[in-house]
């Protein structure tokens, strides 16, 4: 089983950063593959990023390619998204998420979910 708080939201102006983090229970996350979704009301779950078990391999949205950064700390149990150029269209409720494997853009998919964080970038 694993367990995952997020932790980082809050409010911040056009422009602007922040950093999520996501710590992870259990003894075996640095096998986990990691990633964050975000989600507006009354829309699916979108994808944002994700990272392997290693952190050798990244994997982002288009949308957020060249302005987020995912990375991880196994020694920590945690992994981060690093937020720059923050625009009011980011604005959501972000999940972080693990699974065995990486396991693509498809919410559906991934196992474990974190209770999320709201992000919210004012204009």
């Known amino acids: 089983q694993v367990q995952l708080v997020e932790s980082g939201g809050g409010l911040v102006q056009a422009g602007g950063s922040l950093r999520l983090s996501c710590a992870a229970s259990?003894?075996?996350?640095?096998?986990?593959?990691m990633g964050w979704f975000r989600q507006a009301p009354g829309k699916e779950r979108e994808f944002v990023a994700a990272?392997?078990?290693?952190?050798?391999?990244?994997y982002y949205a288009d949308s957020v390619k060249g302005r987020f950064t995912i990375s991880r700390d196994n020694a920590k149990n945690t992994v981060y998204l690093q937020m720059n150029g923050l625009k009011p269209e980011d604005t959501d409720v972000y999940y972080c998420v693990a699974d065995v494997g990486y396991r693509g853009s498809y919410y559906q998919f991934w196992s474990y979910w974190g209770q999320g964080t709201q992000v919210t970038v004012s204009s």
């Open positions: 990272i392997n078990w290693s952190g050798g391999r990244t």
């Open positions: 259990g003894r075996t996350f640095s096998s986990w593959s």
